[in-house]
């Protein structure tokens, strides 16, 4: 069974420009979650989706980052326009159900560097 | 709000022998699971361990154990006869049932774990 994949592993942007991170989940997992970890810093959750719909997107840090699912099956993470403090690992997990005894599997990251 | 505390950013521990990290957690809730992830070198997150918070028994999976202190908030990992695999970041984390849909993991900052040969 393939795990939780994310594309790509690294980008390196300038600051102003646009990146699109994506997250395929494990197949059959209607729970994908989005976490961030800056430099130094906990691992820190962005949001959470059923299906295609947004359960919760409390962790979003402001209205430059657009998250979707289309169909309920992978998920994009849009930044723009992309500032210094977005540069980081951002991961993405994927759960069969959404509750707290679920494990949560979690992605390699995608590494962003906007300079 | 729940917090999670990992005091120890990088340890080392020589093959085969025995390691604790540490891992304090600040919640009001009363029914949570904790659990301990492994980071190894450029790989994926995986699942160590995991904790029931009504459950009294410490959890163990083969080497890995621990040592769930509920009273005090505490919730260790002990690593017995080390290997050079488990070198990785090792991250505590806390989920609570709310009963809704909130299932956010909170995560500490990190415990970098080197075994030496």
């Known amino acids: 069974e393939a795990g939780v994949t994310q594309f790509p592993s690294h980008s390196v942007i300038e600051k102003g420009q646009t990146v699109t991170l994506r997250c395929d989940p494990i197949s059959g997992h209607d729970n994908l979650y989005w976490y961030r970890r800056v430099m130094g810093k906990e691992i820190k959750f962005l949001l959470h989706f059923v299906k295609e719909s947004k359960q919760d997107e409390s962790g979003m840090p402001n209205n430059r980052f657009l998250a979707e699912r289309t169909g309920g099956t992978y998920s994009t993470l849009k930044v723009q326009p992309a500032e210094l403090e977005d540069s980081g690992v951002y991961f993405c997990?994927?759960?069969?159900?959404?509750?707290?005894?679920?494990?949560?599997?979690f992605g390699p990251g995608t590494r962003l560097t906007v300079t | 709000a729940q917090t999670v505390t990992q005091s120890q950013p990088e340890m080392s521990v020589q093959e085969a022998e025995t390691v604790t990290l540490s891992c304090t957690y600040d919640t009001s809730e009363s029914n949570y699971y904790l659990f301990w992830y492994k980071q190894p070198p450029s790989r994926q997150m995986i699942l160590v361990i995991r904790q029931e918070a009504y459950k009294q028994q410490n959890a163990t999976e083969n080497r890995f154990s621990v040592n769930f202190q509920k009273a005090a908030k505490s919730f260790s990992l002990k690593i017995s006869d080390s290997q050079l695999g488990d070198t990785a970041m090792y991250f505590c984390a806390f989920i609570y049932n709310s009963g809704g849909s909130n299932y956010k993991l909170t995560f500490g900052k990190g415990t970098l774990l080197t075994v030496n040969p």
């Open positions: 997990a994927s759960s069969q159900a959404g509750g707290a005894g679920y494990e949560q599997y």
